[in-house]
């Protein structure tokens, strides 16, 4: 007999030779045979046939998409004698092989696996009248929950991961567990048989086949007891649930692997109405729960409410791109992608880590609001498990396509794409790919007369043929109403990031005169590659500490500045260099890399050094606002940054502080002793903003009697 576990899987890890067309592959579990089959669903052909231990009945798939477990059950029908199983073969999905096999330490006769949103597997054992927990990464039992009943056959667990509920065949009951404290909490009855299970997206409601009649069981999660039942107009063996309309999805940024997505849910039986990402979204919630977000590949943050209970459950991208911060005040809850947007709540603000999520619920009156929330992309571990790549060449060859393909889905658009364009080597390069990718592009470029980006930027987009949008921009153009406008929209604490804003506001605001909804900007890379002197450095085992803290503060400094000032002006930014994918591969990287030679980015000079002119790669990096020729005009108002940031209410997140970057450098770029000096001081003094102001207002004078007409 064949089973059907639709377990449909993207192409990119089950591509083959014979079929590189195929979106997706279905996994057949063959009991009669013994083995798994790969399906092209398109086509209907066996691309691959895997072999398994007996009469594997259930399949599980990982989050990450890597691996199938299949529980090796029994050559015996339910109830019956046979060669009973103790073992979950595991398939790995890049070769569809079983490259290892998880031993449960006993004979179980193991049946369905599923996985829980704590990433752990449960698997309902028949012999034991209990669920094993698996960790599928230590290959090993963990635990063990029993049921109290013969023929755990069955397992369904809530959406939020607190109880599972099982079916347990010839006693006709369920069992109710707590997957918290690993405990039985009650056994319902429901028939003489039952079979399989199912229950809704809220939650509150259970599904169970009466094995015996035309009938399905409701059973309510808040009595356990069977409120209902369903007549059928025959003996049913399964259940599905459908969508309910409780769910409130908020939802910023883009799914790039969307469309990937969609097919595979529509393949395991959801019903989409629309081509959006944002439809994917929430039934990838309801059909995978918390892990669902691991599976996303793009620039998101969301809040998905719940309108029954009350909670909401918050997740944002890896990296951070897209923000999303919470408040609580008076028994209510308050979410939003702006700072500013709950300043008028009048309660501390505090921001949803990168790659975090969890749920969030009302506090009582005059109580204090936490949130469960916890990573499922650790920045800080990314890339640890793989080996180190320190060949050159194939180092090399990871980057250019890791870069291309992160280009290329954000590109994947009818609209006009524009490209925030310095002349430096990685925005060159992105424009150079989106020149290639999509030909409807604009270069957009800001300056003041003379300086080097705009000459860089002049003379690469007169290389390529791309239309290009200079924004010349004297500095005497930059004034007080200017930078507070900047503070305004950014929300930024840091005295460099701000003025970086001042910067960068003209240039959304042409794009948003010119129409232009997306662009697409190079930062990330610095971070990434080594665009930083103190990566050139021989810090011994500092220098990830180090790395890891740029990355790991990016959502609050580059990152904030490029959404804040984009969205401000109604425009999309995209950042290919911070693909989870790009961010992995430079994990693997060592510094050598890096810094060679003296020369920054080295590995992305010599990747894309035949797509680039001499004249961008072998330019020197320098800041944004130093190059474009604004930096000092906007560093005139620097001891007002503070009384601007704190004029809008932003310090009920956090107020304006020192910039980080040169407290580490005074600091020896020792990160603990850094980190307790911002801590013990977080602004600078009077004196310090008194010689700073100094400074600038020198170089200023100096730059109006340079630009004087000669008598």
């Not at 009248?129 to 230590?138: F, G, Y």
Request: net charge neutral; with cysteine; aromatic share 6%.
């Amino acid at each position: 007999m064949l089973r059907l576990i639709l377990l449909l899987l993207s192409a990119a890890l089950l591509s083959t030779a014979q079929d590189a067309q195929s979106q997706s592959r279905l996994l057949v579990v063959n009991l009669k045979e013994h083995c798994v089959l790969v399906v092209a669903p398109e086509s209907g052909t066996v691309v691959q046939t895997i072999p398994v231990g007996i009469s594997g009945h259930e399949i599980a798939l990982s989050a990450d998409e890597r691996f199938a477990y299949v529980p090796i059950y029994s050559d015996a029908v339910l109830g019956d004698p046979g060669h009973d199983g103790r073992t979950i073969d595991v398939i790995d999905l890049r070769t569809l092989k079983v490259t290892a096999s998880i031993d449960l330490g006993r004979t179980l006769r193991p049946h369905q696996d599923v996985f829980g949103p704590d990433g752990l597997l449960y698997v309902t054992a028949e012999l034991a009248n209990a669920v094993e927990i698996v960790d599928t990464q230590k290959r090993a039992v963990i635990g063990e929950i029993p049921t109290g009943k013969p023929q755990t056959h069955a397992i369904a667990i809530s959406p939020d991961g607190l109880r599972a509920y099982t079916a347990n065949v010839d006693s006709g009951t369920i069992s109710v567990l707590d997957l918290h404290s690993r405990k039985l909490i009650s056994i319902i009855p429901v028939a003489t048989r039952i079979q399989r299970i199912a229950i809704s997206p809220d939650g509150r409601l259970v599904f169970t086949c009466d094995w015996d009649k035309p009938r399905e069981a409701v059973i309510d999660t808040r009595t356990l007891a069977v409120s209902r039942w369903i007549n059928l107009k025959g003996v049913p063996f399964s259940n599905k649930i459908t969508p309910d309309g409780r769910w409130l999805l908020c939802y910023n940024g883009e799914i790039f692997n969307y469309r990937q997505l969609r097919s595979e849910l529509i393949g395991l039986g959801r019903e989409l109405r629309s081509e959006s990402d944002t439809e994917v979204v929430l039934e990838a919630f309801l059909q995978w729960g918390e892990q669902a977000v691991g599976r996303f590949r793009g620039e998101f943050a969301f809040a998905l409410a719940d309108r029954q209970t009350g909670r909401i459950y918050l997740a944002r991208d890896p990296v951070g791109v897209k923000p999303l911060y919470w408040s609580a005040h008076g028994g209510r809850l308050y979410v939003a992608s702006e700072v500013k947007a709950l300043v008028p709540v009048g309660a501390p603000v505090s921001a949803v880590p990168p790659g975090h999520h969890g749920w969030l619920s009302a506090p009582a009156e005059g109580a204090t609001a936490t949130a469960a929330l916890r990573p499922y992309a650790d920045l800080q571990r990314l890339g640890e498990d793989a080996s180190l790549i320190d060949d050159p060449a194939e180092a090399a060859k990871l980057v250019r396509e890791a870069v291309g393909d992160s280009i290329r889905v954000r590109v994947d658009t009818d609209l006009t794409v524009g490209v925030i364009l310095s002349g430096g080597l990685d925005s060159s390069l992105v424009l150079s790919h989106v020149r290639d990718m999509h030909p409807d592009c604009v270069a957009l470029t800001v300056g003041a007369p003379g300086s080097e980006d705009l000459r860089y930027a002049r003379r690469l987009t007169a290389d390529l043929g791309v239309p290009h949008e200079v924004i010349d921009l004297p500095p005497r153009g930059i004034r007080a109403d200017d930078v507070r406008e900047a503070i305004r929209m950014s929300e930024l604490t840091e005295y460099g990031d701000i003025i970086n804003a001042v910067v960068s506001v003209p240039l959304f605001r042409r794009a948003r005169e010119l129409g232009i909804k997306v662009v697409l900007t190079g930062d990330g890379s610095d971070e990434l590659f080594g665009g930083y002197s103190m990566y050139g450095r021989d810090l011994g085992a500092s220098s990830r500490r180090l790395f890891l803290h740029k990355i790991s503060n990016l959502h609050r400094t580059e990152l904030q500045r490029v959404d804040r000032v984009s969205m401000g002006q109604g425009v999309e930014a995209r950042v290919p260099f911070l693909d989870r994918s790009v961010v992995e591969l430079a994990m693997r990287l060592p510094a050598d890399l890096k810094v060679r030679d003296g020369q920054e980015k080295w590995i992305v000079r010599r990747a894309f050094a035949e797509m680039l002119p001499g004249y961008i790669t072998s330019r020197p990096k320098n800041p944004m606002s130093h190059s474009s020729g604004l930096h000092e005009r906007a560093r005139l108002y620097r001891p007002l940054f503070a009384g601007m940031h704190h004029s809008f209410g932003y310090d009920l997140l956090e107020p304006v502080r020192r910039d980080f970057s040169v407290l580490l450098s005074q600091c020896g770029h020792d990160l603990d002793r850094a980190l307790a000096e911002g801590s013990s001081r977080r602004d600078y003094s009077a004196a310090e903003h008194a010689r700073d102001l100094l400074g600038a207002l020198r170089w200023n004078a100096a730059a109006a009697l340079r630009s004087r007409p000669a008598r």
